[in-house]
């Protein structure tokens, strides 16, 4: 009995049409079974009828977020909605949505609570995340040549307080979580950090979830992944790498309440 491919659902922007593209092809290439307009609609069809149908039937939803698709009025925001409240039909440890940026874009703040897998500045980092997603649901084909190496998945595919991560001489890093191993690179001599604990000089925030030096914080995947401090930029409401557009939602931040709106009242006259 041969399995059944993972059906995908890649929701974008006119402007975002070579990168849907791209991914289109290299989920099929492993054995998913994406979905976008261009190349699944067939003439005749109803299109907004078939897009909802294919949104409902998909087991993930892509969502290409750049500064085209979050700017502008269009159908792409239709698809998010739609998708959103298929969301709140999914257990709270199960994965349906998945943002994926391609810029610097900041997240509606609709999806801003949902990690996102980054696809710049390099593609074929986020698309390996994508990919562990994917393999939680389905075997996949191997993994071309240029898209990564990922040996096994992880239960959740996060990284949380007390995971383990070797660290690798020369920054290749190896993260452990029960039995799942994901191998970034080939390496040895390594040498196993918790990622609560202190590395070096700087110490692991739980509260913001990333490392610091008591006056700044610093991008934890930069940290880990390349070796590299790169000092977050800090807003009231949140905390962004611009290295790898990593974004910390600010747990001290209260949004303002929204200002009451005055209502006119039109003058009433009894002649």
Not at 230 to 248: A, G, H, R, Y
Request: aromatic share 10%; charged share 30%.
């Amino acid at each position: 009995m041969t399995e059944s491919k993972t059906k995908i659902f890649i929701s974008y922007a006119k402007g975002d049409i070579e990168t849907a593209r791209r991914l289109y092809s290299d989920l099929e290439s492993v054995g998913a079974a994406p979905w976008m307009d261009e190349e699944d609609l067939l003439p005749g069809q109803v299109w907004g009828t078939e897009i909802t149908r294919a949104i409902r039937e998909s087991r993930f939803f892509i969502a290409l977020l750049s500064s085209h698709s979050v700017s502008k009025r269009g159908f792409f925001h239709t698809e998010l909605k739609k998708a959103l409240k298929i969301l709140d039909q999914f257990p709270p440890d199960e994965i349906f949505f998945i943002p994926s940026r391609i810029d610097g874009c900041e997240l509606p703040d609709d999806i801003a609570h949902i990690h996102c897998a980054d696809l710049s500045p390099s593609y074929e980092r986020g698309f390996e995340k994508i990919l562990k997603v994917v393999a939680m649901h389905q075997q996949l084909k191997e993994i071309p040549a240029g898209k990564g190496a990922v040996k096994a998945a992880p239960p959740d595919g996060g990284r949380t307080a007390g995971d383990i991560i070797n660290i690798h001489a020369g920054g290749d890093v190896v993260f452990s979580k029960d039995q799942g191993v994901i191998s970034v690179n080939e390496a040895t001599d390594t040498k196993p950090v918790r990622i609560d604990e202190k590395i070096q000089d700087l110490e692991y925030d739980k509260k913001y979830q990333t490392y610091t030096d008591g006056e700044k914080f610093y991008c934890t995947r930069c940290y880990l992944d390349r070796n590299k401090r790169i000092p977050l930029n800090d807003s009231k409401k949140e905390l962004t790498c611009p290295s790898c557009f990593l974004i910390i939602r600010n747990p001290d931040y209260n949004p303002p309440e929204p200002k009451p709106k005055l209502v006119k009242k039109r003058a009433r006259f009894d002649w």
